[in-house]
Structure formats: C-alpha cells, structure tokens
C-alpha cells in the first residue's frame, strides 16, 4: 500500500508577500496535496494575518499545474450548501479537478460564533451535518436541487455545469464519533482524523496508536453497515495533533519511523505542517523539505 505525503499551508500569508510562493515551492517537493485550513481564524493565529481559504486556493490553483490542493477542513459553522456549492465548482473547473473537499461537522472555536450565534452542542453539530453533507452532495452531482430541511434548504439551485471531476469532486470525511463515521462510509472518498484529542497533553505515541487503530476499526464497520468496503476510502492523518507532536519532524528518520507506523494500521496518507516559525508548527525548513523529497522513497 503506497503512502502519500501532503502538506498544510496556512493561509497566513500575503499571496504577493511569500503565498504564491510556497505553494509553488509545494508542487516542486512532490507534495501529493496541498490543503489549507477553513476558518475564519485559528487558536494563536487569531490576532494575525489569516486569508480566506477558497480564495487562496483559487490563487494556487492557477499558480500550479499539478499539485492537488483543499481544505482541512470546512464546517458548517459559517457555510451553507447552496452558496458552497457554488464556489466548489468555480474552484474545481479553474483547478481542472485538482480539489478535494475535507469537510467535517466543525468545532467550538472562534467560527462557531463569528457570525453572532450561539455556539451549537455537539448534538446539533451532528445532526446539522448530517443534513449540510447530503445536501451538498445532491448539489454536486445534480442540476437544480430543491430541498426543505430543519437547518439547510435549497428551491430549484442551480449548479450547471457542476463538476470537472465526475461525479463530483472528492470529500474527506473528518469524523470519529459514529454518525460522522457513518457520513464518512456513505458519502467519502476519503476519511480524515488527527487522532484522540483527549491523549494530546497526557497521552502517549502507543496510546495514541491505538486510539487509531480503534477509529479505523469502526471506519471499517460503518463502511460495513453501509454495504462497502472500507479499502475505497483514503485515510489520512492530519499530524501535529498526537502526543508526538513535532518530534516525527525532526528527522528524516524520525518521520519515517512514525509514517511507518501509521502506514501499517491502514492510513494511505499524512499530511504535516509547513513550517511556521515561533509557532506550533515550528520545524527546520531543511529537514522539512528532506522529508518531503526523501521519506515516502524509504516507506517504499
């Protein structure tokens, strides 16, 4: 089973002051995908500089020829299906079907309340996003869509000509709980996780293994329950948010050895942080771009 490697660039930067740039500099490492995140701020990067996520990957996709590209991920905290729609079938048709959607229920940060709501419980995330993902597939794949629910409506929403990729564009399905599992089996092409949070401060690398194989052992019954096999779906690890933290970065070994690792309990790719100094996400430039060029060699 071959892995794939991709990187996360967050949307940061200025596109005239080092953006293009780096998504550039992606396509050129090799880089399988190159995501960004969709929110509308981010935990320390709050008070910075932070761009809109479809808009910079409407930018890097004509700044490239063959680098996939997407979001890790979009939520319904601040979209609605019909205007996503939308805008995923503009960026599909000016990437040429280099876009894949990671798309997930959303969380309590800041865009749970920037546009003046109540944050939800997880309860009404998930039910939302059990009808937000649906909908949007019916939008993707269908002409006009006409549809009355409790959070989400379309009436006669056109989306001609739909899709360069057919029948749609891809989704990666962010998910652990069963409901959000259950979405993953029906409707990805690929599952996204960034491991048990509960084991980030107190955890261990093992523990977290584990609490892996777990969710990729209920990945493998939902796909079940819903009549497919499992293997069809992608699975992807967002790194960063294990109690390893950075240290698989520190090396080429050392990236290797956990890639390894994540590999054999089925994940067909990982995606890792473009450096970002004083940061989270703070990795030495040289040792990021070894591992980008050298490390899927060694996994083999």
Same mark, same amino acid.
């Given at each position: 089973m071959t892995l794939r490697l991709s990187t996360v660039i967050l949307p940061v930067y200025r596109w005239?002051?080092?953006?293009?740039?780096?998504? #550039?500099?992606?396509?050129? @490492?090799?880089?399988?995908?190159?995501?960004?995140?969709?929110h509308l701020s981010w935990r320390t990067f709050r008070d910075g500089?932070?761009?809109g996520a479809l808009p910079t990957l409407t930018a890097a996709a004509t700044a490239t020829e063959r680098l996939r590209m997407?979001?890790? =991920?979009?939520?319904p905290n601040f979209r609605h299906p019909v205007t $996503?729609?939308?805008? @995923?079938?503009? $960026?599909?048709? =000016?990437?040429?079907g280099r876009f894949t @959607?990671?798309?997930?229920?959303?969380?309590?940060?800041?865009?749970a309340t920037a546009l003046g709501q109540e944050a939800w419980t997880p309860r009404e995330r998930a039910d939302r996003f059990g009808e937000f993902l649906p909908l949007l597939d019916r939008l993707l794949t269908g002409d006009a869509v006409s549809e009355r629910g409790t959070?989400?409506?379309?009436?006669?929403?056109?989306?001609?000509p739909?899709? =360069? #990729?057919?029948?749609r564009l891809p989704f990666a399905v962010a998910a652990t709980g069963p409901r959000g599992l259950k979405l993953a089996a029906q409707y990805g092409q690929a599952w996204v996780t960034t491991g048990d949070p509960k084991l980030y401060e107190e955890g261990t690398p093992d523990q977290s293994m584990e609490a892996l194989r777990g969710q990729v052992e209920k990945l493998s019954k939902a796909c079940a329950d819903s009549g497919r096999d499992a293997a069809e779906l992608d699975k992807i690890l967002l790194h960063g948010f294990t109690p390893d933290r950075n240290r698989p970065l520190e090396s080429v070994d050392a990236f290797v050895d956990f890639a390894g690792r994540h590999q054999g309990l089925g994940f067909t790719e990982i995606v890792i942080h473009w450096p970002i100094p004083d940061s989270d996400f703070t990795t030495a430039p040289a040792v990021f771009e070894r591992i980008a060029t050298e490390a899927v060699a060694q996994l083999g």
């Open positions: 005239h002051e080092g953006g293009r740039e780096r998504w #550039q500099r992606a396509e050129e @490492l090799g880089f399988h995908t190159a995501y960004t995140y969709d500089p932070w761009f997407g979001t890790l =991920v979009t939520s $996503l729609a939308k805008e @995923l079938i503009s $960026l599909d048709d =000016v990437s040429g @959607l990671g798309i997930g229920a959303g969380g309590n940060g800041f865009d959070f989400y409506s379309a009436d006669e929403a056109r989306t001609i739909g899709c =360069v #990729q057919r029948p």
